[in-house]
């Protein structure tokens, strides 16, 4: 974990660390069944009981018999063959080759003879092992994916929960590009529909949408920033009806959760609880190809939003302080602040003055 | 893998170069690369981990390719799909092959997806006729797109279909003479596949077209027994190496390059393992 720097006027200290530090595999790679072998490996003495119902009721001595091919009329065509393998690597259920088991049946996928007689039999495998190759694959190349983004909602929920969440997000949000660098929004939008009920619901959501934005801006697209010689030589006679455009690699966050303060202390090692509700506010933003997370004073938060909605200088700080009218001098903090954000690069260079 | 091999044959049509003995970039060998400048003949990269992103990995690259030739390599260009090819996709590899001046862009004889979904995976074709032309006109399109040849790999198999009524080998080759792409051959997929599946990979190595054969993969697997999983794990096992021998003494001029993708160790220790690849080049030329 790299290190924090120097606090400043400006409110508590940024820190750094982004997922440029936690990728643990290559997102796209041409290994698509290394996990099956992992898988197989792990459970090779008590393993075929994990396997479907139908194999492990045979034993794990014995071998089930490949299933008998069924000759197909006709070949059913390139569409069909590409859908129905699709769509039995992609179930979220496991798959078996065997009839029966009602008390399961909403657990497992049985094959047809039919469905079975698309593929060749063959004695060293049988026909469902090799289709649980893929359909294993499948589901822990896209867990492993979203745990790589994710990994402090992970420790939040702990492995059991998380992986439940991952199986809905896929079920329920395939993907549909070619890119794994955006698969994990899926996981987000998720948590926001509450299509699943999750313990601490809110901070998971919180949590999963600040990870989210460290990841959006470690792939965000650098342009040039306003520097501070550039502030100053703004007559202070402009300043009013200034506007900023917020850089790409810049976000804003307002939490009811001290969801930064819960993350910086599970990358310290530590083994944080799910905290009480407590209004924070947070920036993610990337200097070079560092990603940084500064906390910001509720001021400061309400100022950087409506300056990044597009709002001149003088109505924003006019907002900012009808919002907070118990805190008199806030403006004279201003400058201070804006000279932080610069430095961090948070506003493009394009300015209307 | 013991009969004796016909005379070596000169290069590829293409005339793109050999480019040596490489390894695939991956993200753990990044500061190593940057910081010592290993002497390495080139770098494959994973083509998708460079799209849809404006971050380091681009600022990397840009570094990278800056020193080595680089070949792009993807994972996405489901070729063989009913679905339509995505066109995004295609003119996005072509930008960035030329941002990197990629010697060539390869991707896998496969589909990753239907229906607008996608599995991340090399899915099996099935070896008929209407996938052949099916995939033969999609692989012309592409490379209009690109302005260069597509070269496709052999993808690791763990199923067959039962209308497939061509070997794989075949299938290729008749690819090729349809569509004008190259080939990648991947000597641990063909070892793969044929546990998997039951041929000799001597009969691969016969029916390959091999001047349209520029580059070639080694890798490890593993081996559970009853079928083995292409891993990429470890280095090179005899097997896959001694198929090597054997290419080589079909084929002289295709760069070669090893992919590590798990438990990845230092950098030294990859690029050691590939260059083993020498002594089979060597042994093969010799037998020549």
Not at chain 2, 71 to 87: E, F, N, R
Request: with cysteine; aromatic share 8%.
């Amino acid at each position: 974990m790299s290190g924090k720097k120097t606090p400043t006027a400006s409110g508590p200290a940024p820190t750094a660390g982004g997922p440029a530090e936690i990728l643990h595999f290559e997102r796209a790679s041409a290994t698509p069944s290394a996990e099956p072998a992992v898988r197989t490996s792990r459970r090779t003495a008590a393993t075929v009981t994990k396997r479907s119902s139908a194999v492990s009721r045979r034993g794990a001595a014995a071998r089930p018999a490949p299933a008998p091919a069924v000759a197909l009329a006709a070949d059913p065509g390139l569409d069909h063959l590409q859908r129905a393998f699709h769509g039995i690597i992609t179930s979220p259920r496991r798959l078996t080759a065997c009839c029966g088991t009602p008390a399961h049946d909403g657990e497992l996928l049985t094959l047809s003879p039919e469905q079975l007689g698309l593929f060749k039999a063959a004695d060293n495998l049988p026909v469902i092992e090799r289709l649980d190759v893929y359909h294993y694959a499948y589901k822990a190349r896209l867990i492993d994916c979203l745990a790589d983004d994710y990994p402090t909602v992970k420790h939040a929920l702990g492995a059991a929960a998380f992986d439940a969440l991952c199986a809905a997000v896929i079920e329920h949000r395939p993907s549909r590009g070619p890119n794994l660098n955006v698969y994990g929004r899926a996981l987000l939008d998720h948590c926001r529909e509450d299509a699943l009920r999750l313990p601490s619901h809110a901070f998971i959501t919180e949590l999963a949408t600040l990870e989210w934005s460290m990841t959006e801006v470690f792939h965000a697209e650098a342009a040039a920033t306003f520097s501070l010689e550039q502030l100053r030589a703004i007559p202070m006679e402009q300043w009013a009806a200034m506007t900023f455009a917020p850089s790409q690699t810049v976000r804003i966050h307002r939490f009811a959760y001290p969801v930064n303060a819960y993350l910086q202390a599970y990358r310290d090692e530590q083994e944080p609880p799910v905290p009480r509700a407590k209004a924070s506010a947070t920036a993610v933003y990337r200097m070079g190809f560092k990603i940084w997370r500064m906390d910001l004073t509720p001021p400061m938060a309400v100022l950087l939003e409506a300056l990044f909605a597009g709002t001149a200088l003088a109505p924003a700080l006019d907002a900012m302080g009808a919002a907070y009218p118990d805190q008199p001098g806030l403006e004279a903090s201003v400058m201070t602040w804006f000279s932080e954000w610069v430095r961090s690069g948070f506003f493009a260079l394009q300015i209307d003055a | 893998m013991t009969r004796p091999r016909a005379a070596a044959k000169p290069g590829n049509r293409f005339g793109l170069p050999n480019l040596g003995i490489g390894i695939g970039l991956r993200s753990v060998h990044y500061q190593h690369v940057l910081e010592k400048q290993p002497g390495i003949d080139w770098f494959e990269i994973i083509s998708d981990n460079y799209m849809q992103t404006s971050g380091r990995p681009m600022a990397i690259l840009d570094q990278i390719a800056e020193r080595y030739p680089i070949a792009m390599h993807g994972v996405s260009l489901s070729i063989g799909s009913t679905d339509p090819l995505d066109l995004t996709y295609v003119n996005d590899l072509k930008i960035l092959s030329r941002r990197c001046k990629a010697q060539w862009v390869s991707d896998h004889l496969c589909w990753t997806g239907v229906m607008g979904r996608n599995s991340h995976d090399l899915l099996p074709m099935p070896l008929t006729e209407e996938a052949l032309e099916h995939t033969a006109q999609r692989v012309k399109q592409v490379q209009d797109i690109l302005e260069m040849p597509l070269m496709l790999e052999n993808p690791s198999t763990y199923v067959e279909f039962a209308a497939s009524t061509m070997t794989e080998w075949e299938f290729l080759s008749a690819l090729c003479e349809r569509s004008g792409c190259g080939l990648l051959l991947d000597v641990n997929n063909i070892y793969v596949s044929s546990r998997n599946h039951g041929f000799d990979p001597i009969d691969y190595l016969d029916g390959v077209p091999w001047d349209r054969v520029v580059q070639f993969h080694v890798a490890g697997h593993t081996d559970n027994g009853t079928h083995c999983v292409d891993t990429h794990i470890g280095p090179v096992p005899s097997p896959v190496w001694e198929i090597l021998r054997q290419a080589h003494l079909r084929s002289i001029g295709a760069a070669v390059l090893l992919e590590w993708d798990a438990d990845i160790p230092e950098f030294g220790v990859v690029h050691k393992d590939a260059l083993r690849a020498r002594r089979f080049i060597a042994a093969a030329k010799s037998a020549a």
